[in-house]
């Protein structure tokens, strides 16, 4: 591991990097997909399938049709696009299915900025998407409507620009009101525009993620051409030159992949790795609407699933669940990101894959950096639970709170540099200006060079991450803090298996025992998402720990919550 991460010192800094660096293609990202010798899919390629009915799915030539008919009704129905690129955000709740694949395009074909929302969100929480991204249509899944109905209502968006996608039984896009729908069959298309200028590419607008932060506001990931370009074709270097190798070597080549779609592509792996890495590795995505132990389990052994990416809370069950027989038999590549692994549940996990031959391999990154900072490379492997090694083109340092590096063995917070990273937040400019420090993206993780390998420790920032998804604590709080018995609230995570947590909240009331804990959890019951419910509990404190100034103390909190962790687990 070691050899394939160098450390260089330059003014005063220890910046870890890949030794390696690669040209980056400048195009647009559509274009590379579809007609650069770099995409290994053929027209004819089944790319985007329904796991539960096989006999749906879309080509790559029939995806580019789809896409194109998608952007001329996004473009001449509700004018996505009309008066320039990279204006226009379009907000898609779906659940997973093959058309998603095809909206992403034609949103970006039209000049549109593709904006995903969790399908679990309540109707205030998208509406608010639609408000910060000032979008003009909510694009949303069958099995969504009333949702979207009521955020389109509370959002103050007109129902005729609420767009219904569905791929079964048959592909349609239309509006929810008015007649206004995609001709699937025989529809007009628009072609997307080519961009070649580099500039453009960098400067450019086509995806907006949501990244909750700590004051409870999400802000949204401006994600360009070139960040999604050079996050797709930086790792593939290597890895083809690997294979290519090993099959000159006489060795067999990789079966061919297919992967199971079952995170939200409102999550930066899910839109990655289904809408997009697929397609470049001439892959298959096999779409399940929403993740489902049983229906997963079934759908990898039939449809032989070959790689996938999932969350460490996933790959604990599937270590220690009796449900595990050989419905992982035919994986030969998976990966774990959205939080630590480490190296026990790593190496059970692993028993479980390609019989027993299948190393997980960890990746770290964010939403703003557009996925992946680390992965391990084609043909390495490690079970110690490091985060892998820097990819090409990318620099980390490791510092402490006054940005100094600091000497190995010793943590501090991960800053990244290189061309994965966001441009910022969208219409946020105090939030871009505080999230960067002369040039490099803090990124709120705390990790611990150990022998040239990175291992993520803790968690500066106060974000709690639950199976990959974001809860700020603060937005918890706000909404606590309106009981009129409660005086004060803190909300911190506490771990589970898995490599998540769950939110926990301290509460001080202004009368003791006005409220039991269940008052309180059926008080936010249904405000949020139900992966915000506090599932960690409720706890009632006379007061909360606080600094000087009166800032809260919220590593105490979590110190307490590890400390009354560990006295419920002696007392089972």
């Known amino acids: 591991m070691s050899a394939l991460t160098s450390t260089i010192h330059q003014n005063g800094m220890r910046i870890y990097k890949n030794p390696n660096t690669v040209d980056v293609p400048k195009v647009d990202l559509a274009t590379l997909l579809f007609d650069t010798e770099h995409s290994l899919s053929k027209d004819d390629n089944p790319l985007h399938i329904s796991a539960a009915n096989p006999n749906i799915y879309l080509t790559k030539a029939t995806l580019r049709t789809l896409a194109e008919r998608i952007a001329h009704f996004l473009r001449n129905s509700l004018s996505v696009g009309s008066h320039g690129p990279y204006k226009d955000v379009v907000v898609v709740c779906s659940s997973g299915q093959p058309a998603a694949a095809a909206l992403f395009w034609g949103i970006i074909a039209a000049g549109g900025v593709f904006s995903a929302a969790s399908p679990s969100f309540t109707p205030e929480e998208l509406a608010r998407q639609v408000r910060q991204g000032k979008s003009r249509v909510l694009v949303v899944s069958k099995d969504s409507v009333e949702l979207g109905r009521k955020a389109a209502q509370l959002a103050g968006l007109s129902l005729d620009r609420l767009v219904v996608l569905g791929s079964e039984p048959k592909w349609e896009m239309r509006c929810w009101e008015g007649p206004e729908q995609v001709d699937v069959d025989n529809g007009p298309r628009l072609p997307w525009r080519r961009v070649t200028d580099e500039d453009e590419l960098k400067r450019s607008l086509i995806v907006l993620l949501y990244s909750s932060g700590t004051t409870g506001v999400p ?46 592509i409102a999550h930066i792996a899910g839109l990655f790795g289904y809408l997009i890495s697929a397609m470049f590795s001439g892959g298959a995505v096999y779409w399940m609407p929403k993740f489902s132990w049983t229906p997963f389990l079934a759908y990898f052994k039939k449809l032989q699933i070959t790689g996938f990416y999932t969350v460490p809370s996933i790959f604990l069950r599937i270590a220690k ?47 703003e950096t557009t996925g992946a900072v680390t992965a391990m490379p084609r043909g390495a492997s490690d079970t110690t639970g490091s985060i892998s090694p820097v990819l090409p083109n990318m620099e980390v340092r490791i510092v402490d709170d006054s940005f100094v590096d600091v000497a190995p063995g010793q943590p501090g917070e991960l800053l990244v540099r290189g061309p994965f990273v966001t441009n910022g937040y969208y219409d946020n400019e105090p939030a871009t200006r505080a999230t960067f420090h002369d040039g490099w993206f803090c990124t709120g993780d705390i990790a611990v060079d150990r022998d040239a390998m990175l291992y993520v420790v803790d968690r500066k920032k106060e974000l709690i991450k639950y199976k990959g998804l974001q809860i700020a604590p603060a937005e918890l709080e706000n909404h606590l803090i309106t009981h009129g018995d409660i005086m004060e609230a803190a909300v911190v995570g506490v771990p589970v298996e898995g490599g998540s947590e769950v939110p926990r909240a301290y509460v001080v009331l202004r009368r003791v025992g006005a409220l039991t804990e269940e008052d309180v959890k059926a008080f936010m019951s249904g405000k949020f998402a139900r992966y915000k419910e506090l599932r960690g509990g409720v706890r009632f404190v006379d007061e909360l720990p606080k600094n000087a100034i009166g800032k809260l103390l919220r590593r105490e909190l979590r110190e307490r919550a590890r400390m009354e962790r560990g006295g419920e687990k002696a007392r089972l």
Not at 223 to 244: E, T, W
Request: hydrophobic letters at 40%; a neutral charge.
């Open 219 to 264: 802000k949204g990931v401006m994600l360009s051409h070139y960040n999604l370009v050079a996050q797709l074709y930086i790792p593939s270097v290597q890895a083809r030159a690997y294979v290519a190798a090993a099959v000159e070597r006489g060795e067999p080549a990789p079966s061919p992949f297919r992967t199971l779609a079952h995170l939200p």
């Open 321 to 367: 669940s009796p449900d595990v027989t050989d419905q992982f038999d035919t994986v030969e590549t998976a990966i774990t990101g959205a939080a630590p692994m480490d190296a026990e549940l790593q190496q059970a996990a692993n028993r479980r894959l390609g019989k027993g031959n299948t190393r997980i391999s960890q990746t770290w990154g964010l939403s």
